[in-house]
């Protein structure tokens, strides 16, 4: 029977897609440093974690039972990719669970913005009646610039489409237009004709620094400005001139260039204080609902990595696609990627008589990926031989024991 052990409160769905798989699932809390990682892992099949547990090449190394590990987040920094693949544990996160989440968060924000709400709220607060049409706006008939057209940045568009905003996007790569959207060719046309900015890049080390003060002073006086996609992008310095001299009349932070480790703890930052500014700690994709749509999504990855052998979206293996294991037997063969594996284990498997049904090859730099499906049963030194190949990293045999019901 497989085991997984799942760290850091994972959602409970997880534990119930798993269990309903046939996994004997064993949860804890909180996060483990190496060695008791180490020690925890032994029989262990299936990983869960979130940010917190580091899976270090050592704590791999150990982990011979290993199949693969689940990050229940979007971030894979945590864990050895490279060592884990070489080791032919498979790596599955949740790139999108939680975009809806920040989108939201994004609407939310340019309407509290445009209305000022943040002053309104915090005048009545102090015992101050405020009632003022000054600097309120609405959203219908504004222009909102999107740069990065991706996950988030697509959703947003529609969203704001359904508002009456008219949507304007500027994204490096080439990207279909949704509704009426507008593609626009450089930053810099957005910055002119937008009166709400938004930053939904990804955080590829060349968007570091890629709007500041120059970026402010192109756009219009009176533009409010977001940013919930990764604190380097901007120059809190050059948002915090813009602010106090009256050209952004509003900004939305969520992101910082660098963030306090824990919750509880002091923040710093030259934007605390500003007016019209929302300040939030990292919290565009924190909603139970994406806590929910990870557990569910990285259980799944996992499960169908166990069932079928596929790895689509694994982060840090080469993809396939495949289809259920009913009526074949399936060998998923990880390899290191050198030329002629494939006629290797094509010879090895006719050698031993087994009749090739279907079969599927994909490479990921240094590793490959070649699965095999057979409508007899695999001779056991069928597998040995494989095994002994050089470039053998892991084998296994589908499907595995039937679920419990
Ligand atoms: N605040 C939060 O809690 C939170 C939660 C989830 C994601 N995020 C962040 O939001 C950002 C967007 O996430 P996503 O899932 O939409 O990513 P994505 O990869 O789907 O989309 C990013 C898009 O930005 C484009 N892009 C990259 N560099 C660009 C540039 N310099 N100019 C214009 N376009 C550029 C890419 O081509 C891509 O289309 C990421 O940085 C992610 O880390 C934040």
């Known amino acids: 029977m497989l085991k997984a052990l799942l760290l850091e409160n994972v959602h409970p769905l997880s534990v119930e897609i798993l269990a309903a798989n046939g996994v004997e699932v064993v949860t804890r809390s909180g996060a483990l440093d190496e060695q008791e990682l180490i020690e925890a892992l032994k029989g262990v099949h299936l990983l869960g974690i979130r940010s917190k547990t580091q899976v270090t090449a050592k704590v791999l190394e150990s982990a011979k039972d290993l199949v693969a590990i689940g990050a229940f987040c979007i971030g894979t920094n945590q864990i050895d990719l490279k060592s884990a693949a070489l080791q032919g544990v498979a790596v599955f996160n949740a790139p999108f669970s939680n975009t809806r989440s920040v989108v939201e968060l994004a609407i939310g924000e340019i309407i509290s913005l445009t209305r000022r709400l943040t002053e309104r709220d915090k005048a ?59 593609r626009l060719t450089s930053m810099d046309e957005l910055l002119k004709v937008s009166d709400i900015v938004t930053i939904h890049v990804d955080g590829r080390p060349g968007n570091a620094g890629l709007f500041g003060e120059s970026e402010f002073s192109k756009m219009k006086p009176g533009a409010i400005f977001l940013n919930l996609s990764r604190g380097f992008v901007m120059d809190n310095s050059a948002l915090r001139s813009a602010i106090l001299s009256g050209h952004i009349s509003g900004a939305a932070v969520d992101v910082f260039p660098v963030e306090p480790k824990k919750r509880g703890d002091q923040f710093e930052s030259e934007l605390r204080g500003l007016p019209n500014v929302i300040l939030t700690p990292h919290v565009g994709g924190s909603t139970l ?9 990285v259980a799944n990855k996992m499960k169908d990595y166990i069932r079928t052998g596929t790895t689509t979206l694994s982060v840090n293996l080469p993809n396939l696609a495949l289809e259920s294991t009913t009526g074949i037997t399936r060998i998923a063969f990880l390899h290191r990627n050198t030329p002629g594996v494939l006629a290797a284990v094509n010879n090895t498997l006719a050698a031993f008589g087994t009749n090739i049904e279907g079969q599927l090859l994909a490479t990921r730099g240094e590793i490959g990926y070649v699965v095999t499906d ?32």
């Open 374 to 405: 057979t409508d007899s049963s695999v001779d056991i030194e069928a597998l040995e031989a494989l095994k002994s190949m050089d470039q053998y990293i892991r084998i296994r045999v589908m499907p595995p024991a039937a679920p419990k019901n």
């Open 289 to 297: 609902e994406a806590q929910e749509s990870i557990g569910e999504f």
């Open 124 to 182: 009545l607060h102090n015992g101050i009646w405020d009632k003022t049409a000054e600097g309120s706006h609405e959203v219908r008939g504004k222009t909102l610039g999107i740069i990065g057209y991706g996950n988030i940045g697509t959703q947003l568009s529609v969203l704001a489409e359904n508002l009456g905003m008219s949507v304007v996007f500027y994204d490096t790569a080439e990207k279909l237009a949704l509704g009426n959207a507008q």
